[in-house]
């Protein structure tokens, strides 16, 4: 088995093998940090990828340890690798886990950078503003209908954009205090894959294929896509922001 993590071209990626030292074959997230590794969270465990060897990291008590197992999400910040799993939000910097969450169910679904002190957070009473320094929640948006999403980007114009929890087909926009602004309906029953800001607009990635906005109007822009009807599960741009990949289910990533 192996995990397919870019692609130039399309039917051209790079493979990464899933060899039997990774701590779970079952990938959820990944993250490249500023040193080259790269890290994989699995249901059962962290793995840093040196490009040869793994280096898991499970629940336990030792300085490689997590409180948690089953990894929800990544996020790369300088020389941290902050994590979201069943407990809350955990922080690894330099190998070592220097942030644990409390042995509390608390699952963290998604995490993304505010700024250079905060961080937003999906967990299982909505969205929250979680201050790096301190560890403590800054203030909450308790919603269902946002609660544990697994989507949440920035805009150019510095708000945040999350979806809805599962079959609720919204994008829901906030400011920077976590004041709901805005919301964008979708068609009823629609999946909402991915959220992501590239060249000033906002892309959103559906099971109806990609669409984008502009973020001050909220109006769609029109956009040319290779396979108009097939889902797109993911819009992903270069760390440049000057090219996107994009997966359609059935044909490959573009």
Not at 16 to 31: G, K, W
Not at 186 to 202: A, Q
Not at 214 to 219: A, H, N, Q, V, Y
Request: net charge negative.
């Amino acid at each position: 088995t192996a995990l397919s993590l870019s692609a130039q071209e399309p039917g051209q990626s790079d493979m990464f093998p899933l060899s039997h030292q990774i701590s779970d074959p079952r990938v959820t997230c990944f993250a490249e940090d500023g040193y080259g590794f790269v890290w994989i969270g699995t249901r059962h465990g962290l793995n840093r990828f040196s490009g040869s060897t793994y280096v898991p990291y499970l629940a336990g008590k030792d300085s490689l340890s997590l409180s948690g197992d089953a990894i929800n999400a990544l996020l790369e910040d300088g020389d941290k690798i902050w994590i979201g799993n069943e407990h809350g939000i955990e922080m690894i910097s330099y190998g070592n886990v220097r942030r644990k969450a409390p042995a509390v169910d608390n699952v963290v679904n998604c995490i993304a950078g505010l700024d250079s002190s905060t961080l937003v957070v999906s967990n299982v009473d909505g969205i929250a503003l979680y201050d790096k320094e301190s560890g403590r929640t800054l203030k909450s948006y308790e919603q269902r209908e946002v609660a544990l999403t697994t989507h949440i980007a920035l805009s150019p114009d510095g708000m945040i954009w999350a979806s809805g929890r599962k079959g609720v087909p919204f994008i829901f926009i906030f400011d920077k205090n976590l004041d709901l602004r805005h919301t964008i309906p979708f068609p009823e029953g629609s999946r909402i894959n991915g959220i992501s800001s590239m060249g000033g607009l906002m892309y959103i990635a559906t099971d109806q294929g990609l669409c984008r906005f502009d973020p001050g109007s909220r109006e769609r822009v029109p956009l040319d896509q290779p396979f108009a009807k097939a889902e797109a599960l993911f819009a992903s741009p270069s760390k440049d922001g000057t090219e996107m990949a994009v997966g359609y289910a059935g044909e490959g990533i573009y």
